[in-house]
């Protein structure tokens, strides 16, 4: 299975900016879909921004025009720019392949937007 580590989280004020790194390992990586999705606490997760295997990147309404996810296959690495940060998006991050069969969750990475 695909394992993941995210890291990049934190404290930003709102109108900020973070960018968070999902490192992958496991084999296959570069084949998969991969997603960023994200837990307010006492709510569902959700699926935030996707990203296929060649490259083509879908996004939630929430976040569509501010977060941008990209991956490089090389690093076997995924990434979340966040810009324009809203309280809202106060939440713990993770990332995961879209095909679940083939991957656990993280530990996430938590983010939060307060002044």
């Known amino acids: 299975q695909v394992q993941f580590v995210e890291s990049g989280g934190g404290l930003v004020q709102p109108g900020g900016s973070l960018r968070l790194s999902c490192a992958a390992s496991?084999?296959?990586?570069?084949?998969?879909?991969m997603a960023w999705y994200r837990q307010v606490s006492g709510k569902q997760r959700e699926a935030i921004a996707t990203?296929?295997?060649?490259?083509?990147?879908n996004y939630a309404d929430s976040v569509k025009g501010r977060f941008t996810i990209s991956r490089d296959n090389a690093k076997n690495t995924v990434y979340l720019q966040m810009n324009s940060l809203r309280p809202e998006d106060t939440a713990v991050y993770y990332c995961?392949?879209?095909?679940?069969?083939?991957?656990?969750w993280g530990q996430g990475t938590q983010v939060t937007v307060s002044s």
């Open positions: 496991g084999s296959g990586f570069s084949a998969y879909a």
């Open positions: 995961r392949t879209v095909l679940s069969a083939v991957s656990s």
């Open positions: 990203i296929t295997s060649r490259g083509s990147t």
